[in-house]
């Protein structure tokens, strides 16, 4: 697994201030895929999941040690640049953060802040995201409304649409159904099985249910400690450690 | 149990309880004070168009607001070298003072450390407390001679004024600007972030639209300050009623003659100086009008 993961982490460790919120993690996330990244919350998979494309950089006073590989090199090495890393590794967050634009302006921000002019090219992007997003069906006649009257599971497929829109390798998802109600979590889930026959994903979520339904890859967290790691369905029937054991029997978290 | 637990708040709101009294107390206070204000306005409004009244009829408006010769001593009131002399002096007091604020607030909000942020924001803070006649005072010994020595002339003239005015707004423009940025949602920054963009296309293309209410706002409220704003600028203006368009040319606006004349002004002098009040809250009125619209606009187009 490790061999020919996208993108991997190796001992990494990561600092708050003094607080030592990930503890010599070492994970690789295989390509066109589904790693779920589980545990009861506080445990570390936020900050995991923002390391992978170095939004902490954006919080005073954290310090890592290790090495975060993004196809062989390292992310952290002194002479990377985090924007063309985060245009690889892009983010949809846990609460749907649409700009205050209307749908077209928030899909046609990426390419634009890339460069990409042209008013045709541009059509054919937004429309090309949403349809991959599966919501171009819903909002194809009004381009130009505000975003924020969207609904909260459209608002979730708008900024995953925001992000493909940017042709990202690796995705990264922050519990990205927990703001939203059932029927939207099924579409958004639907969405990302499609995703991944293209794309290495990497997804927070702290419902196990959801996990064995989407991923194909499963890593336990506690105490920002990697507990154990496999293909979901094996780890999910045959858990190797007793935390993980208890927390998929509900004991804790 | 569950029942009872159920039935009590229902029972409970649809009897009067003490506090709607107090409730309604409070709200007829409230519009009361309210209506003070409002009638306090209106008499100010109708004492200053009274007053104005007899040249206004005698005149006419038009002949008034499009006149060019301002001469109280022959009874000639041309108000047009006023107008155009605070349109011109607001106008380029809002060219210096928007960038410029703006860029600051910018700068304290997402650019600088928050121990820089917090030692400048009193300096800021000290700028907007420093009466009028001082900043007319450094105006007159600092300002006026360096125009007097870069572009010839007296150095009394509009782009003295635009510059001190200019000074004057700058924190109002800087405060609500940096407080509208900071009360933006971090969600904005990290999602700009998080697609591969640059700090400073997230502010450009992110922020500022986003913050761009609020800061309408603060130019609305810097270009009313401007307008009505008479010490420090008929310091420095050198009070010249003649139209013109030049910014080095010495000129006059409508709140700085009010203040100037109206000491020694009598009978008809004294009703025009009114006449020119009447018309300054007119054009006060309306520029607040125009930017009411622009934040409704902006406001609707989120
Ligand atoms: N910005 C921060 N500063 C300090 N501590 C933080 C910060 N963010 C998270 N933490 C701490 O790091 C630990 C892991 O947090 P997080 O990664 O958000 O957990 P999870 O996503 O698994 O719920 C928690 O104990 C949390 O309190
Ligand atoms: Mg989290």
């Known amino acids: ?253 | 149990m569950k029942k009872n637990s159920v039935e009590t708040p229902s029972t409970h709101t649809i009897h009067k309880d003490p506090g709607a009294r107090k409730e309604k107390t409070i709200h007829i206070v409230l519009l009361l004070a309210a209506t003070v204000s409002l009638l306090a306005l209106f008499l100010i409004t109708a004492f200053v168009v009274g007053e104005g009244w007899p040249v206004m009829v005698k005149h006419g408006p038009l002949n008034l607001i499009l006149g060019t010769d301002w001469t109280p001593s022959r009874l000639s009131f041309g108000m047009l070298p006023q107008l155009t002399g605070t349109l011109l002096v607001t106008l380029g007091a809002l060219l210096i003072a928007v960038p410029l604020g703006v860029g600051c607030a910018i700068f304290l909000a997402e650019l600088s450390s928050e121990k820089v942020a917090n030692l400048l924001r009193p300096c800021i803070s000290l700028l907007a407390a420093v009466p009028s006649v001082v900043y007319g005072f450094l105006g007159v010994i600092a300002l006026v001679p360096l125009l007097r020595s870069t572009f010839g002339g007296s150095g009394y003239s509009l782009l003295a004024g635009s510059i001190v005015l200019a000074i004057m707004i700058l924190p109002s423009i800087i405060n609500i600007s940096e407080d509208t940025l900071r009360a933006l949602p971090i969600d904005y920054r990290e999602a700009s972030l998080a697609l591969g963009s640059t700090r400073w296309q997230t502010i450009w293309r992110v922020l500022l639209p986003a913050a761009r209410p609020g800061i309408v706002v603060s130019i609305i409220l810097a270009m009313g300050r401007a307008i009505g704003e008479t010490m420090a600028v008929m310091m420095v203006t050198g009070n010249r009623a003649k139209v013109t368009g030049a910014l080095l040319d010495p000129g006059a606006t409508m709140a700085g003659t009010i203040g100037l004349e109206w000491s020694y002004a009598a009978d008809e002098h004294s009703s025009a100086l009114f006449a020119l009040g009447t018309f300054l809250f007119i054009v006060i009125m309306l520029l607040n009008g125009v930017a009411q619209l622009v934040t409704s606009r902006g406001r609707v187009s989120q």
């Not at chain 1, 998979?45 to 006073?61: C, E, F, V, W, Y």
């Not at chain 1, 927070?204 to 400690?225: K, M, P």
């Open chain 1, 1 to 253: 697994m490790m061999q020919s993961a996208k993108i991997s982490v190796q001992d990494f460790s990561l600092y708050y201030g003094a607080f030592h919120a990930l503890k010599k993690i070492s994970l690789g996330f295989p390509p066109r895929s589904l790693t779920a990244l589980v545990g009861p919350s506080g445990c570390g998979k936020s900050t995991l999941l923002r390391s992978l494309n170095r939004m902490n950089d954006l919080i005073a006073g954290v310090r890592v040690e290790g090495r975060v590989s993004l196809e062989g090199s390292n992310i952290y090495d002194p002479d990377v640049d985090v924007v063309p890393l985060r245009k690889k590794v892009g983010m949809v967050f846990q609460r749907p953060n649409p700009f205050p634009m209307s749908i077209f302006e928030n899909i046609a921000y990426g390419p634009r802040v890339h460069g990409e002019k042209k008013r045709s090219r541009l059509q054919d992007i937004v429309e090309q995201s949403l349809k991959s997003a599966a919501l171009w069906d819903e909002v194809k006649d009004r381009l130009d409304s505000p975003a924020l009257k969207l609904s909260g599971g459209q608002q979730q497929r708008l900024c995953i649409a925001r992000l493909l829109a940017v042709e990202p390798e690796v995705l990264l998802m922050d519990e990205p159904c927990s703001a939203l109600d059932p029927i939207a979590t099924e579409k958004v889930e639907e969405l990302v099985m499609d995703l991944k026959k293209k794309y290495t994903i990497v997804v927070v979520t702290h419902n196990i249910a959801q996990a064995a339904r989407i991923s194909d890859y499963l890593a336990f967290f506690y105490l920002g400690e990697m507990i154990e790691s496999g293909v979901t369905r094996q780890l999910l029937t045959n858990p190797t450690k007793h935390q993980t054991e208890d927390y998929l029997t509900g004991r804790f978290g």
